[in-house]
């Protein structure tokens, strides 16, 4: 796959209470409390390769994965335009259970 | 700042390593293009400059009576219709076109093209490539065989002086650092002076037995790295490529400053590609002591002209939230820059320890970093930015510690590109030194620290050391940090905690006393 081409995303599983779009903030105390197990992990990294990704790395708290544009677009329903990147991206019907959303990955800032 | 890299998933030790003491021989190449005998294998193509025919009554570059400069240029560039010419023809006879200026044509062709196109023969050279503390690494390429003839074809005539073959560029990294003549820091010395890491150092503890990981652009093996005994494994995170490379500079250069405070440390460069979050994750299936980071991302309204705080940690980075909260609570002590004038991202987090800036001048005078970021953080209420402080230098581009990194690299050819200093480091773009720093510096030079404690007693919490060296650190009452940082007012530093520093620069020797 060309490397203008690979977008690279966070598969967030579900957790005790919501993440994503609230204010919640998770701390060392509680990290890891009733996180999805790894049978469930797994269920969610294998469907996922199912569906066409590759896994890069896989945790209680996410899977990482990498496909092309045309794959997100078609599978995640990310925009097709070359140059946009949607951040918020469609969590297939069966997964939603295990899966909170999927979030496309970005370059951190070098301080 | 420079771009991070496209991916394609590659294992790591995947490159041939070199063998000592081999050297190429030369070969004719025939009209074919294949070598007559075993030899170090040369890329299959050539690269050369194509010099046009001069304009009438001109010189070419080759014929210059006089030294050629900025004020004589003009004399020598070709008219610009026979450059175009001679483009088109050079493609229609099969060379590759990759670069034009208007004083030369960059091209690409195989050595039997070449040879046939231009009447000429090669021969294999080598040249020894990277002086360095290994044993010599060689690089074998195509040049003209001695005494061999060249002329130009028919449609290339009129239009083109001369090609010349590029030979490889030879890197010249010492593992001295070059001389500059403006005040700063040498590693290891002057970065262990100023974070008392030298007291530490003389009673016996260096950071030996004790595991640190480090997430940033790649570890390139300098000179400096061998020639003082530091000892660095690099792999590759998912994504990233090029395990011996580090073209961006960064993480060869900051890797120094955990070496500057911990000698001893075992240390592992994680390199990341386009994802962080998975770079992180890599980082903590390493099961290290500690993990440290020079990186985030700035959490502000992109619209805002006062640069707006957002309140929330967005989606995006919802995951790399969680991943930092399990290493914490794992054990593993994470150590995260507090940015450059950024609302650094998880140097907000409140289980890291948060790297920001303070400046030590030459009397050994402490001034709050104007270039590291100091802020309270909205999607973590109650937290306050930085904790304490590293060494940082000074607005506007933190010229400050001299740097290993990758010969040619990124950040070398930025930072000589400056000009004089403060604005440039005075230091060639290509001989592999920059003098950086920014909090990028603070956080691997805090981490080593944060590995002299473990070493002492190995059963220190993230927290207990956190509070050791809140508890420890010098205090700095002069100047101000950021104020990009804090949507345009700079918080100051004062006597005791403050907005800009924090505790106070980080003191190693102090903080061991404390455990």
Known sequence: MKADDRIEAEVLLRQPKPVAGTKTTTRAQSAGQRAPDSETVEKVANRLRALGFEVLAQSPVSVSIAGTRALFTRVLKMSDAPDEISHDLIVPGDLEDYVEGVYVQVPPTYF | MPKKKGSNSKKAGSKPRSRPGLRARSLTVTMAGKP???????????????????PEAG???????????????????????????????????????????????????????????????????????????????????????????????????????????????????????????????????????GTRAVDAHHQGFTGKGVKVVMVDSGFFRHKFYASHGFKATVMLAPGATNVTKDDNGHGTAEAANVFATAPDVTFTMVKQGMNSTAAFKAAVALRPDIITCSWGFDLVDPQSPIRKHL????????????????????????????????????????DVISAGGVFVDQNLQLTASDYASAFDSKPFPGRHVPDFCGLVGMQPHAIYIMLPLQPNCEI????????????????????????????????????????????????????????????SAVDCSKGAANSASNEGVALKATSGNDGATGSGLVNAGAALSLV
Request: glycine letters at 6%; one cysteine or more; a neutral charge.
């Open chain 2, 36 to 54: 007559t005998s075993k030899a170090i294998a040369p890329p299959d193509r050539v690269s050369f400059e194509v010099l046009i025919s001069p």
């Open chain 2, 59 to 193: 010189l070419s570059p080759t014929e210059a009576t006089e030294r050629i400069s900025f004020s004589n240029i003009e004399n020598f560039r070709p008219a610009k219709s026979k450059q175009d010419q001679a483009i088109t023809r050079m493609a229609e006879l099969g060379f590759k076109i990759v670069a034009i200026s208007p004083y030369s044509i960059s091209a690409e062709a195989s050595p039997s093209l070449f040879s046939k196109v231009f009447g000429t023969q090669l021969e294999v050279r080598s040249i020894d490539r990277v002086q360095s503390a290994r044993p010599m690494r060689e690089k074998a390429y195509y040049a003209p065989a001695a005494g061999a003839g060249w002329e130009a074809p028919t449609e290339l005539k009129d239009l083109v002086h001369r090609a010349y073959i590029q030979p490889p560029a030879i890197y010249f990294e010492s593992a001295l650092p070059p001389n500059v003549n403006y005040f700063h820091l040498n590693v290891p010395s002057g970065v262990a002076v």
């Open chain 2, 311 to 350: 309140t929330q940690v967005p989606n995006t980075l919802k995951a790399l939230e969680l991943e930092v909260a399990r290493a914490v609570a794992s054990g593993i002590c994470v150590v995260f820059s507090a940015g450059n004038g950024h609302v650094s991202f998880p140097g907000m987090h409140p």
């Open chain 2, 412 to 471: 070398d050819r930025e930072l000589a590109s400056g000009g004089a200093f403060p604005n440039g480091d005075q230091t060639a773009g290509n001989d592999g030194w920059s003098a950086i720093s920014g909090t990028s510096a603070a956080a691997p030079q805090i981490a080593g620290v944060c590995a002299l404690l473990k070493q002492k007693k190995p059963g220190l919490t993230p927290h207990q050391i956190k509070q050791a060296l809140m508890a």
